[in-house]
């Protein structure tokens, strides 16, 4: 009687150190918003990349510290949705949709919309056994605010008036890219058996090395150019890659037929 007590008091508590982690990329992503709603965009921009920043350590904590409950899953979906969700789809819209009228208005809520769709399919997803942890089944919901951080950061690498003539449209491109990917099927990289506390070989400890002075050396141009890879990597996989693969599993089975 008094184990079954204990259980169902377990199922329900709620594990503060993950949950923390959660709710400052919660914080972030709100301060975010506000600070899109005044047109600073780039302190919205590092808010969303130190909100991703949070929402990665909460799972390593959580899944380290054993942690991990359905609770802190549906918090964090609920959080993502806000920091990687609304607030770039408002910071995007003030910066560049707004000239586009209702097509303007109809991309940003399309990155919402799409982000609230993600994360749905991906909590019920994650319920399954079977689901791979290798891949996430279209691109993460972090992953397509980053790049509209990114993508503001970048543009003080261009000359102002090729700024002025191809941001916009290709901003409004970008939105429609990333919500269009998010709720595809298109398999991206998950990262996360690649853990930081498992061993590795010397070399991968050299590569990450060099990754970090590279990136060091200039944050905004480097990191648009890794997210912008990233994003072209989903595809790539999926439609080039995977079909490969088939074939050749296919032809040993053909020849002893």
Avoid at 1 to 8: A, F, G, H, N, R
Avoid at 79 to 88: C, E, I, N, Q, Y
Wanted: net charge positive.
């Amino acid at each position: 009687m008094e184990e079954k007590i204990t259980q169902s008091r377990a199922r329900r508590s709620v594990y503060i150190l993950p949950n923390l982690f959660t709710m400052a990329s919660l914080f972030a992503g709100f301060l975010g918003m506000l600070w899109a709603i005044e047109g600073r965009f780039d302190m919205t921009s590092l808010a969303i990349l130190f909100s991703c920043l949070f929402d990665g350590l909460d799972g390593k904590v959580a899944r380290l510290t054993g942690t991990s409950s359905d609770f802190g899953v549906q918090f964090d979906s609920l959080s993502d949705l806000v920091a990687f969700g609304v607030t770039p789809a408002v910071m995007v819209y003030q910066w560049q949709l707004s000239q586009f009228g209702r097509l303007g208005i109809l991309a940003a809520f399309m990155l919402v919309a799409c982000g609230a769709l993600r994360l749905a399919r991906f909590n019920v997803m994650s319920g399954k056994v079977s689901a791979s942890k290798k891949f996430f089944v279209g691109l993460p919901i972090p992953a397509a605010g980053c790049m509209i951080a990114l993508a503001y950061m970048f543009e003080r690498y261009l000359p102002g008036e090729i700024a002025a003539l191809v941001v916009p449209k290709a901003c409004l491109g970008l939105v429609y890219a990333l919500s269009f990917l998010m709720v595809s099927r298109v398999r991206y990289a998950s990262f996360k058996e690649f853990g930081l506390v498992k061993a590795h070989p010397f070399s991968a400890m050299v590569t990450a090395m060099l990754l970090f002075v590279v990136v060091a050396s200039e944050p905004w141009f480097m990191g648009f150019l890794l997210f912008s890879a990233y994003l072209l990597s989903g595809p790539l996989y999926t439609f080039f890659v995977l079909p490969r693969r088939a074939s050749k599993l296919r032809e040993p089975l053909q020849e002893l037929s």
